[in-house]
Nanobody
Framework: VQLQASGGGLVQAGGSLRLSCVAS????????MGWFRQSPGKGREFVAA???????THYADPVKGRFTISRDNTKKVYLQMNNLKPEDTAVYYC?????????????????WGQGTDVTVSS
């Protein structure tokens, strides 16, 4: 297993959750990490991304100002999700991309975790 995501759960609207993803093996020798999510009946969409070196971040417009992606020097990536909304309900996946790959497209990510469920009740 190269990516292990955790931290999902059930929360009320306005609440917070913190997702974690641990990278190992080949996944640690990549350019950076991203979080994607998939709601029932929808395709997987980009949420946020960060580079291992320099910590440059990118966010999807629906989560800007509410979600924060971060990483530490033990090859863990976090997604702090505040002010959660029912439309944030989805399975959240962490993924790793190699160098010279794009940030926003899931096809650019070679390694994927198993997903963790986030449910936000209204």
């Amino acid at each position: 297993v190269q990516l292990q995501a955790s931290g999902g759960g059930l929360v009320q609207a306005g609440g917070s959750l913190r997702l974690s993803c641990v990278a190992s093996g080949r996944a640690v020798r990549t350019s950076g990490m991203g979080w994607f999510r998939q709601s029932p009946g929808k395709g997987r969409e980009f949420v946020a991304a960060i580079t291992w070196s320099g910590g440059r971040t990118h966010y999807a417009d629906p989560v800007k100002g509410r979600f924060t992606i971060s990483r530490d020097n033990t090859k863990k990536v976090y997604l702090q999700m505040n002010n959660l909304k029912p439309e944030d309900t989805a399975v959240y996946y962490c993924a790793a991309r190699d160098y010279y790959k794009g940030v926003y497209n899931e096809e650019e990510y070679a390694y994927w975790g198993q997903g963790t469920d986030v449910t936000v009740s209204s």
